[in-house]
């Protein structure tokens, strides 16, 4: 049994570390340089491979993501037509949550407003609301969604929540489907995006989704560049119809120097790093998985090729 490591994104020590303390006889070969005969490889574990890399090895049984979005692999035309998993681990849905809060947060307490005022050397006293009174919005009620609502709910704050099908998490107020997406929306006052990018959500934050909400509101995108229409965000924070926003992915990351969103006044720029998966804490689920595929069942955190996700 041999296992293929690749990514040019997360060092493969502190994940041989982790999946030998599991499955200490697993042979880990990390690409490109330890690959060997290509015909020996298992399973592969990766993050962004090349695109037509994974159609090489002829004995591949499946394909296990380091990410929680698939949507880069499934773009490969190449990829194998195997069981794909998803990362579901309890570092990143924990660290997404903290993320969200911190950044929910940071635009109720206006620190958004307070960081403009202090650079134009203005003392500017705003008391914020009470978190009761504040409206968050979760586009995606999934593995991390639903853990960003929890969190903020038991911080005070309103929540609601759209997913494709009916939620039932105990506080949050459920909408589905594309029929509730404007009720939804006209009371998010701080609207987050975690929805996976497919063909039916990419776009999905543009002028139409921000003229539904109230004016003047908040968005914080954590899901992926491609939901997001730069230039409708841009306008809408030129006519005030959103105030601020809190962006953690793009459309090419990094973006070129040429984005006007790194010196915007009302945009806070991070790396990609809202969440982070810790090989610790999702080792046991991986090799659960290696195990699965070994053996023939399903795997767990299957991805649905044909939904996108
Ligand atoms: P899940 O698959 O667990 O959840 C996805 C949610 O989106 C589900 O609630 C699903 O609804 C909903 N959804 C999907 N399509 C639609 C649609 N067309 N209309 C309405 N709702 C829809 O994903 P995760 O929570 O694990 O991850 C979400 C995304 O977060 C990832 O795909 C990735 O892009 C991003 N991400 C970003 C990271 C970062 O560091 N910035 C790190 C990790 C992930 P239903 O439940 O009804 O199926
Ligand atoms: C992602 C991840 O999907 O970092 O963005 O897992």
């Known amino acids: 049994m041999a296992l293929l490591f690749l990514s040019e994104a997360d060092p493969v020590e502190p994940w041989r570390a982790a999946l030998l303390a599991e499955m200490p006889d697993l042979d880990i070969r990390v690409w490109p340089d330890q690959v060997g005969d290509p015909g020996d490889i298992d399973v592969a574990f990766v993050w962004k491979p090349p695109p037509g890399e994974l159609a090489r090895y002829p004995n591949l049984r499946a394909i296990l993501s380091l990410g929680a979005g698939i949507d880069a692999l499934i773009q490969d035309d190449t990829l194998p037509d195997l069981p794909l998993a998803r990362m579901v681990d309890p570092s990143m849905t924990s660290t997404m949550a903290d993320y969200i809060l911190l950044s929910v947060l940071r635009h109720h307490r206006h620190f958004d407003l307070f960081e403009r005022e202090q650079r134009a050397g203005r003392w500017t006293f705003v008391l914020p609301k009470r978190p009761e009174e504040r409206t968050v919005g979760i586009l995606g009620l999934g593995e991390l969604g639903a853990a960003a609502a929890t969190r903020l709910l038991d911080h005070g704050f309103n ?49 139409a989704l921000f003229a539904a909400l109230p004016k003047g509101a908040c968005l914080i995108n954590a899901a992926r560049g491609g939901h997001l229409k730069e230039i409708d965000l841009l306008d809408a924070l030129e006519n005030g119809q959103l105030s601020a926003a809190t962006l953690d992915v793009f459309e090419t990351e990094p973006p070129p120097a040429t984005s006007p969103l790194w010196l915007h006044e009302r945009v806070l720029m991070t790396p990609h790093v809202a969440s982070y998966c810790s090989p610790q804490t999702a080792a046991k689920g991986v090799v659960e998985n290696i195990k699965r595929a070994l053996s023939g069942k399903p795997l767990r955190n299957l991805v649905d090729r044909n939904r996108g996700y």
């Not at 929805?195 to 934050?205: K, Q, V």
Request: glycine content about 10%.
């Open 159 to 207: 929540v609601r929540g759209w997913s494709r099908s009916k939620k039932t998490i105990k506080g949050v107020q459920s909408f589905h489907g594309q029929g509730q997406l404007d009720n939804f929306l006209e009371a998010a006052e701080i609207l987050v995006c975690l929805l996976p990018l497919t063909a039916d959500t990419e776009g999905i934050l543009n002028a």
